[in-house]
């Protein structure tokens, strides 16, 4: 079992180059290096030429994510030939809507010479990525699709709905919910939208509860204030660790062999819970290994 904690993954706007030297000091999971939404029109190129070279240095660990400029714009075909070349742990590509955009840009990188290890995340964030959110996420069957990840975007979701983000979400929960099940359904993680008031760290918390609590592996970010919240709540707790350790252990006795269900401390469980408890203890063992 491969899996990486992906808590609090960051978003680092492209064209500053101060804040990209930083990155590699931040305590985030990922790191994704925005040429898109946070960078103006007349500084795309700038910023293009930055984050590839950037992509290229030593992040510790970190995953690196290049988010690039969507494929009908003047300036997504060549993002896209160039983080294929910067070689980082994954393109995010925005605004799919269908598979075919995921296996179109699967191609294209490639074709231009993308290492086996360059995944592809795909974000969600408009009416046709939730109506079309299983089809996106059934790709991952692929393995040519490279599709590791789908990532919310609940602004532009937003916009293009005209609901509005109000605290507790509830316009957007079923919309979460959705795409959560898509993701699981084929085996696939699935990030968080980003909070967009950054003094209200009570509020970033609770809504942190609740992506964790509906399944979310964890969130973006858009200021490094919000990292310590998210990775303390979106890691499992030590009691968590423990009861998955006594879970395993349980199963391993001898007298359990071959039993779908035994009782622990006054509790049934089943494999199924098994399964659950070497998840957590392999991203618990991941994350101890960042520190």
């Given at each position: 079992m491969?899996?990486?904690p992906?808590r ?6 492209g064209?500053n180059?101060?804040?990209l030297?930083?990155a ?8 994704i290096?925005d040429l898109e ?12 030429a930055q984050v590839?070279e950037a992509?290229k240095?030593?992040?510790g ?5 290049i988010?690039?400029?969507?494929q009908?714009?003047?300036?997504g075909p ?11 742990d994954?393109v995010?590509l925005?605004k799919v809507?269908?598979?075919?955009a ?5 191609r ?11 995944r592809?995340w795909?974000m969600?964030?408009t ?6 959110a ?7 069957a692929?393995s040519?699709?490279?599709l ?9 979701l937003a916009?293009?709905?005209r609901a509005?983000l109000?605290?507790?979400r509830?316009?957007?929960?079923a ?7 898509a993701a ?5 993680d699935?990030?968080d939208g980003v ?15 609740q992506?964790?609590?509906?399944g979310l592996?964890?969130k973006?970010?858009i ?12 890691a ?7 009861g998955?350790?006594a879970?395993i252990?349980a199963?391993?006795?001898?007298e359990?062999?071959?039993?779908g269900?035994i009782?622990l401390?006054g509790k ?5 819970h098994a ?17």
């Amino acid at each position: 079992m491969f899996t990486r904690p992906r808590r609090s993954v960051l978003y680092m706007p492209g064209s500053n180059a101060k804040a990209l030297a930083k990155a590699a000091t931040l305590p985030a999971d990922a790191l994704i290096l925005d040429l898109e939404d946070s960078v103006a029109p007349d500084s795309k190129e700038t910023a293009r030429a930055q984050v590839m070279e950037a992509a290229k240095g030593d992040f510790g660990g970190r995953e690196v994510v290049i988010r690039v400029n969507g494929q009908h714009t003047p300036w997504g075909p060549d993002d896209l030939i160039a983080a294929a070349a910067a070689g980082p742990d994954a393109v995010l590509l925005p605004k799919v809507e269908d598979a075919g955009a995921i296996m179109l840009a699967a191609r294209l990188i490639r074709e231009n010479g993308a290492p086996e290890k360059t995944r592809i995340w795909a974000m969600m964030e408009t009416p046709n990525a939730i109506l079309n959110a299983g089809q996106i996420a059934a790709v991952a069957a692929d393995s040519a699709s490279r599709l590791a990840v789908l990532v919310m975007g609940l602004n532009d979701l937003a916009k293009e709905t005209r609901a509005r983000l109000t605290p507790g979400r509830a316009t957007m929960l079923a919309w979460l919910s959705n795409c959560v099940v898509a993701a699981r359904a084929h085996r696939i993680d699935i990030i968080d939208g980003v909070f967009n008031d950054i003094k209200d760290l009570a509020g970033f918390r609770a809504e942190c509860l609740q992506g964790r609590d509906m399944g979310l592996d964890g969130k973006t970010l858009i200021h490094p204030s919000q990292i310590d919240i998210c990775n303390e709540l979106f890691a499992p707790s030590s009691e968590e660790v423990a009861g998955a350790r006594a879970i395993i252990e349980a199963f391993a006795q001898p007298e359990n062999t071959g039993k779908g269900a035994i009782q622990l401390n006054g509790k049934m469980v089943e494999l199924l819970h098994a399964d659950m408890a070497r998840r957590t203890l392999t991203i618990a063992e991941a994350i101890a290994a960042r520190v």
